[in-house]
């Protein structure tokens, strides 16, 4: 079984658009060429539906890292566990060399997963509201979708410093900073921002920066149920509040963006150990 399937995933890694070989025909005296031609295409269309049955690349690169998942708290966000995920779906171990980026790649698609899931949590939440006439004002939307999303982590806690420090290197940059946007906009979007000006960019770039130090609080909080994580978020909200009563923002939540993603690179790189695995 592992043979056929490492066959099958070889054949699609490889782009080959070849079939399986028929089986030979069997031949009887007397309807020898009737029975040559039904088996021709009995074996034919069932070539053909295994073939259109198997998986793309893209397909068994996504099994592999929700699996993957499973193997974080085992062997952290690293190749180990794309190799593992890898043999525990039936593909050989060397499938992981199809995440060129190793444990970025997987750190990359939970954070995707974790976006995309709350996206649609707000979404939800944001109809059943329209429908119930009791929309949550915005600093609750905001405050609670943060909270829900650094929720998410607590699987991983653990091993999340090792994911912050693979956020600081050069292949992961530009998407970490790309996803943060995105979770950025998702939560501004639902809390009903309608700014067209800079506020639009000032907003983002405050409200990364208190997800972001909030992160750090995260790794490092050993509180129940995280408390101290929660109100370390709340006065940040509170500050954030009222630094947006203000005017030229701008400036001030650009550098307090820089500040704490700078100190979220150093927490996450003076780790032990971190810095010394794939």
């Known amino acids: 079984m592992a043979t056929l399937q490492g066959f099958r995933f070889a054949r699609n890694l490889l782009g080959l658009n070849c079939r399986w070989l028929s089986t030979s025909m ?15 295409s009995s074996s034919s269309e069932s070539d053909q539906s295994a073939h259109e ?18 193997f974080v708290p085992i062997h952290g966000w690293t190749v180990q566990s794309l190799s593992e995920a890898a043999k525990h779906e039936g593909y050989p171990g060397v499938a992981h060399g199809m995440f060129p980026r190793g444990g970025g790649d997987l750190m990359h698609h939970f954070v995707k997963e974790c976006n995309s899931q709350l996206a649609e949590q707000l979404a939800l939440e944001a109809s059943k509201e329209v429908e119930e006439a009791e929309r949550k004002k ?9 909270q829900t999303r650094l929720r998410m982590i607590i699987p991983y806690h653990a091993q999340w410093p090792e994911a912050m420090c693979l956020t600081a290197r050069p292949e992961n940059i530009a998407e970490h900073f790309s996803n943060l946007a995105n979770l950025m906009d998702t939560i501004w979007y639902h809390a009903g921002d309608k700014s067209a000006d800079f506020n639009w960019y000032t907003k983002r770039l405050s409200l990364a920066a208190v997800y972001k130090s909030t992160e750090l609080c995260f790794i490092q909080d050993k509180s129940p149920d995280f408390e101290e994580t929660w109100t370390f978020l709340d006065n940040r909200l509170t500050d ?19 500040e704490f993603m700078s100190a979220a690179i150093t927490s996450a790189r003076n780790i032990s150990g971190l810095n010394s695995r794939n």
């Open 138 to 146: 915005t600093g609750a939307v905001i405050r609670d979708a943060l």
């Open 53 to 70: 049955e198997e998986p793309s690349v893209e397909d068994i690169q996504k099994i592999v890292l929700n699996t993957a998942l499973e």
């Open 26 to 40: 069997r031949y009887r005296q007397g309807d020898g060429e009737a029975r040559s031609s039904s088996d021709s």
């Open 240 to 258: 954030f509040t009222r630094f947006a009563k203000f005017r030229g923002e701008m400036e001030t939540a650009s550098s307090a963006m820089n």
